[in-house]
């Protein structure tokens, strides 16, 4: 298992696919609970989606969440894995470019975008995925043991802190709650970190 954090204005105590879209309401990679590897991203996002929603108490929730292996996750900056390929080809009765291969992102879309009735070039299926060939995508990819969709916080440090959208809630087990506050900028404040009482 692995910790990973989660940042929300919202106290719970399990994670429900039906509250998606309650918290900042970015779901760029459609239907998944958002976390990250950052404690203090984790406070960041349940600051901007508190004060987006006029509230000012924010939580951060420390997960554990299945390890991330070969076949259970996509990563957006790198390619995808031959066993990945297989399943998805199988599941949608063809094959998937070669072009579309080459990263977690471009096949993300490509099947997403299948999956919604969508056709054109490999560039145009790639290049672009409204939120409901992203939902279809999710949807879709969770059904062939898809677990997580990944990518990097930064796309200079592909190796570094990582965020993903957990595909099935179930997955993920709360450990500890705590309440944090931010500054101005939406950081972290180090020493405002208090333990909530469940």
């Known amino acids: 298992m692995e910790t990973f954090y989660h940042g929300t204005y919202r106290l719970f105590n399990h994670f429900d696919i039906a509250h998606l879209g309650e918290g900042e309401g970015k779901s760029k990679f459609g239907q998944g609970i958002y976390i990250t590897s950052s404690y203090a991203t984790a406070a960041l996002y349940a600051a901007k989606a508190g004060k987006a929603n006029g509230v000012d108490t924010y939580y951060v929730y420390t997960l554990e969440v299945p390890d991330l292996t070969e076949d259970n996750h996509v990563f957006s900056c790198r390619s995808v894995n031959p066993a990945i390929v297989k399943r998805v080809e199988e599941a949608l009765g063809t094959s998937i470019p070669e072009d579309a291969l080459s990263a977690g992102n471009l096949f993300r879309k490509y099947v997403g975008n299948l999956k919604v009735g969508k056709i054109g070039t490999v560039k ?75």
């Open 124 to 198: 145009q299926m790639t290049g672009k995925a409204d939120a409901e060939a992203e939902n279809a995508a999710s949807v879709f990819l969770r059904e062939q043991g898809i677990i997580y969709l990944a990518w990097p916080q930064a796309q200079t440090k592909p190796d570094g802190d990582t965020n993903r959208a957990v595909l099935d809630s179930t997955l993920i087990k709360i450990v500890k709650i705590e309440q944090v506050q931010v500054d101005a900028k939406n950081k972290l404040i180090a020493d405002s970190i208090t333990e909530v009482k469940r």
